[in-house]
């Protein structure tokens, strides 16, 4: 078994669409930025009303990747 090294950020991210969508933007542009993602975790979802229905979906995500 190999020895593996990961580093955890978190960032936010929003859609109009779903929750789902907002994961995929967020994944999307963290790896404009950043190599060797391997995971995600959901810490949060909330969302904004805006004329008694629901305008944006949004999430919080802990995103993991290797330390070359």
Known sequence: ???RVYKKIEIAASSA???ERAIEVG???AS???QHLSWFEVVEQRGRI???T?????V??????GVE
């Open 50 to 52: 805006q004329n008694n």
């Open 17 to 19: 669409e779903s929750f």
């Open 54 to 58: 629901v305008a944006e979906y949004q």
């Open 60 to 65: 919080v995500l802990k995103v993991g990747f």
């Open 32 to 34: 404009r930025t950043l």
């Open 1 to 3: 078994m190999s020895e």
């Open 27 to 29: 994944i999307e542009k």
